[in-house]
C-alpha cells in the first residue's frame, strides 16, 4: 500500500474518532450537529472520490461496474449536501417528509444494477446484452413503487405517519435486495473480487443495521444528528473509501474468471 493510501486511511479513521468523540462528549446542539453533518460529508465524499480511480483505470463491465458504484455514492453525497445544508446552513431541522429523501431511496439502485454486471466473470453476449438494460428497469421499478408508496402520503394526502412507515418499509426492503445480491456475488466469486464483495457486503450490513436503528430511535424522539446512532453510519462510509483504496491498488489483479468457472446455475439476478 503507498504512503498515500495510509494517509488517507489514518485521515477516514480520524474522522470516525470525532465522530465518536462529539457523540460522547458534546451535548445536543447546533455545534454537535453540525460536526457531524461536516464529518459524514467529508466521508461521503472520500468514499465517491476513492472509487474515481478504479473507474479511469478499467475498461468494459468492469468500468461500468465501478461507474454505477461511484454513481450510487454520488446520489448518497448529494443527499448529504442537502441534510447539511438545512441544519448547518439554514439551522433549522429537515423538514419531513423530506423532498431530497427519494434521491436516497434511489441512491441503491445503481449498486443494485452493478451487481448484475457481474464484473468477476467473462461476459458473454447474452449478460451484456442484459446488463445494458439492468440500470434503466431498476430505475423505474423502484421509482414505480416510490411513487406508488411515498409520494401520496407527501403531496396528495400529507400524513407524516404514513409517509414515514412506507419510506422506512420500501428503504428497507431495497437495502434487503442489494445485500442479498451482493451476498451471493461473495460467495460465488474468488481472489480479489471475493474480497471486494465481502467489503461491500460488510459495510453494506453496517450501514443498513445503523438506518434501523437510526429510523427506530427517531419514532420514539431519541435521534439527533450527531447521536450515537450516527457512529455506526460513519464506519460504513469510511469501510467504502477504505474498499475504494483497495480496488485501485489491486485493479490489475482484477480478471474476470474464465467460462468454465462459472456456476452451473447461471447469473444471479440482483433482484
Sequence with gaps: MSERSKLWITGIAALVCVQALSSLFL??????????????????????????????????????????????????????????????????????????????????????????????????????RLGTLDFALLLVWWLYLY???????????????????????????????FLVGVGMLWIRSHGTWRIIYANWFAASLTYSFSSYFANWAFARNMYYSGSFYDLPLAISMAWITALGIFAASSRTKQHPAPAAERPA???????
Design 147 to 177: 411513487l406508488f408508496a411515498v409520494i401520496p402520503w407527501q403531496y396528495v394526502h400529507p400524513y407524516e405517519a404514513a409517509y414515514n412507515h412506507n419510506l422506512n418499509t420500501l428503504y428497507l426492503t431495497e437495502k434487503m435486495v
Design 27 to 128: 451535548h445536543r446542539g447546533f455545534a454537535l450537529t453540525a460536526l457531524s453533518d461536516i464529518v459524514q460529508l467529508v466521508l461521503l465524499l472520500c468514499a465517491t472520490v476513492s472509487l474515481l480511480p478504479s473507474v479511469i483505470a478499467s475498461r468494459g463491465r468492469i468500468q461500468l461496474f465501478w461507474a454505477l458504484m461511484t454513481l450510487g455514492m454520488g446520489f448518497w453525497f448529494s443527499y448529504q449536501v442537502l441534510w447539511t445544508y438545512f441544519e448547518v446552513l439554514m439551522r433549522r431541522e429537515v423538514p419531513n417528509p423530506f423532498s431530497g429523501d427519494v434521491v436516497m431511496f434511489l441512491h441503491i439502485v445503481p449498486l443494485t444494477a452493478a451487481l448484475a454486471l457481474q464484473p468477476h466473470l467473462q461476459p458473454d453476449n447474452r449478460t451484456t
Design 265 to 271: 446455475e447461471g447469473r444471479p439476478t440482483a433482484a
